[in-house]
């Protein structure tokens, strides 16, 4: 009788735990799966792209908000669907003076990549990986922007990381 009740033991210890593991897992990946908003875009160095005498590191308020509608919505496929605006940056040189205009484009492209999840990981094909924490997506991009600026009348540009944070909605 102790060696069935023993080996009842331990079939319902290995039954609740191996269980417990794909439980686990699942969970992980309905964390994931659904429609993430762009929250916040940085870069690692200042600059005053919108010309308005506040040199900031914040890229969506530098771009006139040309990222805000970015999105990524995550399926159980394991592919990622991007889009949204963008801010096309232009430096120009008239009699003198240098300008910098920002023009939102928006030409509807739908960009699919592959996704993969290891714990709080998560790696994007051609982007890199972000970090899951709760409802938030963090990308960091190391030297990955060429952010121009005009520094005492002559174009500058500097290579920056960028980071890129998402909120699941």
Do not use: R
Not at 16 to 38: M, P, R
Not at 115 to 120: I, P
Not at 125 to 151: A, E, K, M, Q, R
């Amino acid at each position: 009788m102790k060696k069935i009740t023993l080996l009842l033991l331990v079939l319902t210890f290995v039954l609740f735990y191996s269980c417990k593991s794909d439980d686990e897992d699942t969970n992980q990946d309905a964390t994931l799966v659904g429609t993430w908003k762009l929250t916040a875009f940085t870069t690692g160095a200042t600059s005053d792209i919108n010309q308005d005498g506040n040199s900031t590191n914040n890229f969506l308020a530098e771009t006139n908000n040309c990222y805000a509608d970015g999105t990524l919505v995550f399926k159980t496929d394991n592919t990622v669907d991007s889009s949204g605006s963008y801010a096309t940056i232009n430096i120009s040189n008239t009699t003198g003076t240098l300008t910098i205009t920002t023009t939102c484009d928006n030409d509807g492209t739908v960009e699919t990549n592959n996704w993969t999840q290891s714990g709080n990981n998560i790696t994007v094909t051609d982007v890199g990986t972000g970090t899951l924490s709760g409802n938030t997506l963090t990308f960091t991009i190391p030297s990955g922007y060429d952010l121009p600026s005009i520094d005492s009348g002559v174009e500058a540009h500097t290579l920056t990381d960028i980071t890129q944070v998402f909120t699941k909605q």
